[in-house]
């Protein structure tokens, strides 16, 4: 992925404000699929592109190592991985 810094904090930015939305509105103490389904459709609502449960083959010296399945994948760029413990989202870039 060779994104460009403008569309990617464009991304982020969006991200975000999605993510504090989902976090202040259902409230706490739902499992981690209730806060992935919420924050995909206010993803979609924004008008990006969002894939649930997107696999991926991880590359290293140009062999497959592994497999890795995100949460979230928006407009393939950044993936969002949900986790259930204190209800927050971990973006990688």
Not at 10 to 29: E, F, H, M, Q
Request: with cysteine; hydrophobic share 40%; proline share 1%.
């Amino acid at each position: 992925m060779n994104a460009d810094a403008s569309v990617l904090n464009g991304i982020s930015r969006d991200t975000i404000g999605c993510a504090l939305t989902v976090a202040n509105t259902p409230g706490c103490g739902f499992l981690e699929k209730v806060y992935e389904n919420a924050l995909a459709h206010e993803l979609r609502r924004a008008g990006l592109a969002v894939r649930q449960q997107a696999s991926a083959t991880v590359r290293y010296d140009d062999i497959a190592v592994g497999q890795y399945i995100t949460d979230l994948l928006i407009e393939q760029e950044v993936t969002i991985s949900n986790r259930r413990r204190f209800v927050r989202w971990t973006m990688y870039i």
